[in-house]
């Protein structure tokens, strides 16, 4: 199998760590967060990291203001010792998609995107988050929110049901995995 990079977009509460998780365990591989970054760079400026409106806030400023920094960080979370996969989880704008395969190349970078109806995306957030409701639906219609359901799908390669159990879910990805190494091997150097 090639060496590649998975990049995993979705709304708040899709499941895009949860899937990050099980494919890095599945391939071995290695996993970096851009949510993660922006909690970090919320408590390095003493914002609160449990807050999502400041996490948007922020996120959406390092986009505009150190796009490739911002990614460079992100890939910087995690030592690719010995380790041939990539997942990277939390992709937000499509500044960041297109940043994010400059910094990879020459791997090869899959987006695959998390589609989970609101309702069930809702009650996730308020479970985890221990929110209301209409607090909820304020994350929902952050500008950023805009990229995640309009145009980072338009860009995706492979599109999962977030409402599928997590098992089924990675064995989609996996399966198109298997598709992609499949057509790598096929194309001429």
Sequence with gaps: MADFVIAISGGIGAGKSTLAEKLADKLDGVRASFGREVREYARINGESPDDRSVLQQLGQALVLTDCEGFVRRVLDQQPNVGRRHLIVEGVRHIEVLRE??????????????????????????MERDRVERRLVARYDNDITEAQVSRILPQYAALTVN??????????????????????DRLEPA
């Design 162 to 183: 977030g409402d599928l159990p997590i098992t089924l879910q990675v064995n989609q990805v996996m399966q198109k995995i298997a598709e992609w190494s499949t057509a």
């Design 100 to 125: 994010l395969k400059d910094q990879v190349r020459p791997k090869r970078l899959h987006l695959v995107h998390i589609m989970t109806p609101g309702s069930t995306r809702e009650q996730r957030v």
